[in-house]
């Protein structure tokens, strides 16, 4: 029997460090780590700059094609001008047809393959935490900086159109005006709207996500699924088809602004969004768990 002198045990006995390895990456995968990414990264940078510079370039744009007469059409965009309200609607209106999809599509279809891209998601999984855990970190943070770029887009739009247009309040092209506190919930909920519509964008370019480790690819799919839904909504051949395209309902919310507010188009808008955003995430899930992260 070989003597063994005690310090000699002692340091083995704290030798094992693997617990604080597995905290410290524990860390990186909470909700305030993904965060801290997220909001670090220059893609979203560049959006809320895009979504900062778009209600300065349309006034802008006004301004180098005013005409001498009074502020009147039968479009939106000829009211535009009449006040910070009509100029707040007509610039959410403009970014909601393809600047808030493309945002929508980079924010969440971008979350895992730019981890894959910079080959650290293998290393995040390295810790003994549910691979659903990472999944909804970059999910809920990825929403909810979507939900932030909309809401600086109404706020930031109506101040611009405040200093440059005054505090008219809203009229209609199709008839009636609207006061600031009218319009204020509407807008509120136009914005809520918007980001449920959004959510089936955000779902297939997440679904994409997972299956690829090209962050262009997963963006550029979902752009492209919306710009095929388009196309779709468009051929009256297809009849009551048309209603369940990706997207179809996304300019509903405009029902909000007129005298009677019709909730029907909103309703199934709505509906079809959540059911597409519900699919497509619990296959991104399920392809994820089974999956070979070699990246």
Do not use: C
Not at 128 to 135: C, D, E, S, W, Y
Not at 148 to 158: F, K, Y
Not at 165 to 179: C, D, E, I, Q
Request: hydrophobic letters at 50%; glycine letters at 8%; proline letters at 5%.
């Amino acid at each position: 029997m070989t003597y063994q002198p005690k310090h000699e045990s002692v340091r083995r006995e704290r030798r094992p460090q693997a617990p604080s390895r597995v905290g410290a990456k524990t860390r990186e995968l909470s909700f305030r780590a993904e965060l801290r990414r997220q909001l670090g990264r220059r893609r979203t940078l560049w959006s809320f700059v895009l979504i900062g510079a778009l209600p300065l370039v349309l006034v802008a744009a006004f301004a180098f094609g005013r005409s001498s007469g009074p502020v009147t059409g039968t479009r939106l965009v000829d009211l535009a001008q009449g006040g910070a309200a009509n100029f707040a609607v007509f610039t959410y209106m403009a970014a909601a047809e393809f600047l808030l999809i493309v945002i929508a599509a980079l924010f969440v279809g971008d979350a895992v393959p730019s981890e894959a891209s910079w080959s650290s998601l293998r290393y995040l999984l390295l810790a003994p935490v549910p691979r659903a855990r990472l999944l909804t970190s970059k999910l809920f943070v990825s929403l909810a900086t979507l939900a932030a770029a909309l809401v600086v887009l109404v706020v930031w739009s109506s101040l611009v159109g405040l200093v440059a247009y005054g505090t008219a309040p809203f009229t209609n092209p199709a008839g009636g005006v609207l006061t600031w506190a009218e319009l204020a919930p509407r807008l509120a909920v136009a914005t809520a709207y918007t980001f449920v519509t959004l959510l089936q964008v955000g779902a297939f370019a997440f679904w994409l996500g997972v299956r690829t480790d090209a962050p262009l690819a997963a963006v550029g799919g979902a752009v492209l699924l919306t710009i095929l839904g388009s196309i779709l909504g468009q051929i009256d051949a297809l009849g009551d088809l048309r209603h369940g395209v990706p997207m179809y309902y996304q300019r509903a919310w405009l029902d909000l602004f007129t005298p009677t507010t019709d909730w029907t188009a909103m309703r199934h808008g709505a509906l079809w969004s959540i059911l597409y955003a519900v699919v497509f995430t619990g296959l991104a899930y399920r392809h994820f768990r089974r999956k070979d992260v070699l990246s």
